[in-house]
């Protein structure tokens, strides 16, 4: 009987999905960051009175003051 017979070998790789959720995470705090960002710079100081007035009218309905 040789060593290798009567031996279990056992080894462990880190699973590629663990990689790919923090890989994914990451892509979607970044994605929420720059929606927030073009919201907040695009619309809220849009010259365009309706997109304006509606970023207006949602900030006043979550209670944060604006004026």
Do not use: W
Not at 12 to 35: E, F, I, N, R
Not at 38 to 53: E, Y
């Amino acid at each position: 009987m040789s060593a290798q017979e009567g031996s279990v070998h056992t080894t462990y790789a880190a699973p590629a999905s663990v990689a790919a959720k923090s890989t994914s995470a990451t892509v979607q705090a970044v994605l929420a960051m720059a929606l927030g960002l073009f919201v907040v710079f695009m619309v809220g100081f849009s010259h365009i009175d309706v997109l304006h007035n509606a970023a207006h009218d949602v900030r006043h309905s979550n209670a944060f003051p604006c004026h």
